[in-house]
């Protein structure tokens, strides 16, 4: 029987059962996964030199109009798994290597996942995440989640809004990264500079947006103590999804605009940060969401 949905902020009661749903995720229970394979394009900390063990799910509870996933993103891509699939991807994913466990945009499948996960892995598993979470949601994964990678898309909320269908972002995003700090505590590297648990903030630059970009910064810079969180300022914004109906997304961002946002995140108190070259703004940088790493 499908049962009316309230997993995330959203808590729009639409019907879920195993392989539909009507809501804004489009999903129904059962874990939908497009790729499955060794990433080396996250953070150096979680990259390492073999790779996050990446795991994309389909759907999610966002709208965002320039979605470098967006047929992923939509539920366009992907095949229905149970949880010992699940285990068996992240097992091949371990004989391959990788650092962690990195899964991507699921939570809106928490049951199916937090089963998967039971018992522990024997690697860090990262929550990587847009960080629209409900803070119940977030603390069934406590024990279970090492590593959270939320997105700060936003500081404001009529950006959220016309972006991302989401005005409550900003607030409903700065409620959740603060349970996964709760959860973790402060961020801890191993003997080899890997990420072995703590939350990484990231921050896409929009285009015309400096003014949400320093609102960010502000906030994780009042958050937090110098030390406590790693902070991720992403220049990659390529213009996809729906970006060409909004004239101000429908381009790159220009080095100068970049440039503001790195003078002002080395301003801030944020003392462990990253930064990409602007060069990192490249089409090929999506995966393709070719079922690799997924079936048997």
């Given amino acids: 029987m499908p049962f009316p949905c309230a997993i995330c902020p959203r808590k729009c009661g639409a019907p879920r059962d195993a392989l539909t749903g009507s809501g804004f995720c489009g999903q129904g229970l059962t874990p939908r996964v497009a790729r499955a394979a060794p990433h080396m394009w996250e953070e150096p900390p979680l990259s390492g030199e073999r790779g996050s063990g990446a795991v994309f799910f389909a759907g999610c509870n966002l709208r965002c109009v320039y ?14 798994v149970t949880p010992e699939d699940l285990r068996r991807i ?3 994913l371990l004989d391959q290597g990788v650092h962690n466990i990195d899964l991507i945009t699921a939570s809106h499948f928490l049951d199916a996942v937090v089963e998967s996960l039971t018992p522990p892995l024997p690697v860090p598993v990262v929550w990587n995440t847009s960080a629209y979470e409900s803070v119940a949601a977030l603390r069934r994964l406590e024990g279970r989640v090492q590593i959270y990678l939320p997105d700060m898309k936003y500081a404001d909320p009529a950006l959220a809004g016309k972006y991302s269908a989401a005005p409550d972002y900003p607030e409903t995003a700065k409620a959740a990264i603060l349970e996964m700090f709760r959860q973790t505590g402060p961020y801890e590297l191993d003997e080899n500079g890997l990420l072995r648990r703590g939350v990484l903030i990231r921050h896409l630059v929009l285009p015309n947006a400096l003014d949400n970009t320093r609102r960010v910064i502000d ?10 969180v790693l902070f991720s300022l992403m220049s990659q914004y390529t213009p996809m999804g729906m970006a060409e109906a909004f004239p101000e997304l429908n381009r790159r961002l220009t080095p100068e605009e970049y440039a503001q946002a790195m003078r002002y995140m080395e301003e801030s108190p944020i003392a462990d940060g990253f930064y990409q070259e602007l060069s990192s703004a490249k089409e090929e940088y999506t995966p393709d969401f070719d079922l690799t790493g997924v079936l048997p």
């Fill in 67 to 80: 979605c470098q996933n967006y047929a992923l993103s939509r539920g366009e891509a992907g095949v229905p």
């Fill in 90 to 92: 992240y097992r091949r």
């Fill in 219 to 228: 906030w994780v810079s009042q958050a937090f103590r110098p030390g406590e």
